[in-house]
Nanobody, 131 residues
């Protein structure tokens, strides 16, 4: 049974950093595009970043580009989100998601940012940034 488990959330001050981790089990990790999404209070879930199976292709949402870094360790079945210079508007529940995409599949950044294209989801971890 596939399972994604996030960790690393918390409450911080503006300008601080956090690193989120998501460890997968029950799937062939290197056959999946991995992504982070977030859902701010009272808003819809939105894309943060996505990474291809190899880590060679990455896409970021505009609000986090140059502040957040997504990377993965296929040997550990884990994807990470390093979040620097956090802002109050980054406050949200952060979700990890997986989309089956074998290595032969061409990278499509627009496809990889769409919530509806992801089948497996974690339960989320809360990130709260105070001003």
């Amino acid at each position: 049974q596939a399972q994604l488990k996030e960790s690393g959330g918390g409450s911080v001050q503006a300008g601080d950093s956090l690193r989120l981790s998501c460890t997968a089990s029950g799937i062939t990790f290197r056959s999946y595009t991995m992504a982070w999404f977030r859902q701010p209070p009272g808003k819809e879930r939105e894309s943060v970043a996505a990474i291809s199976w190899s880590g060679g292709d990455i896409v970021y949402a505009a609000p986090v580009k140059d502040r957040f870094t997504i990377y993965r360790d296929n040997a550990k079945n884990t994807v990470y989100l390093q979040m620097d210079n956090l802002k109050p508007e980054d406050t949200a529940v952060y979700y990890c998601a997986a989309d089956f995409k074998p290595p032969s599949t061409p990278w499509d950044p627009h496809y990889s940012q769409a919530v509806q294209n992801y089948y497996y989801w974690g339960r989320g971890t809360q990130v709260t940034v105070a001003s």
